[in-house]
């Protein structure tokens, strides 16, 4: 009787331990792209889904800027550094040309920034190609997956791009 109750206080931290380790969350990096061409506005309009903690914790990194996103602290120059970095980490391309895009604004969803852009005065007959690079986040996570959805005229294509294959094209 007295090995089996020294045998259990053994064995129960042991399984406890294992059960822990295996049931802890492993962080998901990833951000959603969609880009949708509108014939009414002949334009590109791109949402942009990036978890807040992630973006967060970049601001602070890449800018020194404690963003608090989503909070009621937030900085007032929070926007402009979400702004600032997309540009460097975001690019569109028609026919081998970069195209400027309209920074638009973000609003919070529960644990998500979404990010609004747009490309406008977009004459779809007039392009053949169209490539998005999409690097957000990718400089801080390795594990950074950012999946991109591009719609046009009844087509859709899709893109999961990582630090090592960044870009991804497609004929209009």
Known sequence: ??????????????????FLS?????KFYVSVTNIVYSEEDSA??????????????????????????ATPNESKIAEEYIE????????????????????????????VVICYLEIPNVDLSEVKQMSVQNEVLTDLFDEQKNVV??????????FVLIRE???GMLNL
């Open 44 to 69: 590109f309009q791109i949402t942009s889904r990036v978890f807040i903690d992630d973006l967060d914790k970049l601001l602070k990194e890449r800018y020194g800027v404690e963003a608090k996103l």
């Open 22 to 26: 295996f049931s802890s969350a492993h």
């Open 149 to 158: 959805h591009v719609k046009w005229k009844g087509n859709k294509k899709s």
């Open 84 to 111: 600032k970095y997309f540009r460097t980490k975001f690019v569109v391309e028609m026919d081998g040309e970069i195209v400027a895009y309209n920074f638009l604004g973000k609003r919070y969803d529960n644990d």
């Open 1 to 18: 009787m007295m090995k089996l109750i020294k045998a259990r206080t053994m064995v129960l931290p042991l399984v406890l331990l294992l």
């Open 165 to 167: 294959n960044n870009k």
